[in-house]
């Protein structure tokens, strides 16, 4: 599961939800949860729709295992 996916799963969402919240596509989503890097503007995107939900994200946090490798 790569960081997308724990994100996700923390959120408490579908793909199609958070697709939604990104102005992304699903597939856009499942691309990112199979290892396509997100770029910059749907990252902060996403750090804004976690904290709508109380969740406090990082650009850390989105992209851990791109720069673990």
């Known amino acids: 599961m790569n960081s997308i ?3 996700r799963a923390r959120l408490g969402v579908t793909q199609t ?3 939604a ?3 992304v596509t699903q597939g856009n989503v499942s691309n990112y949860e199979h290892g396509q890097n997100m770029p ?3 990252a902060k ?3 804004r ?3 709508k939900m109380k969740v406090r994200l990082t650009l850390d946090d989105i992209y851990s295992d791109t720069l673990a490798n």
């Open 45 to 47: 995107r996403l750090i």
């Open 40 to 42: 910059p503007d749907v």
């Open 5 to 7: 996916s724990r994100i």
């Open 49 to 51: 729709f976690a904290a």
């Open 17 to 19: 939800a958070l697709a």
């Open 21 to 23: 919240g990104l102005e």
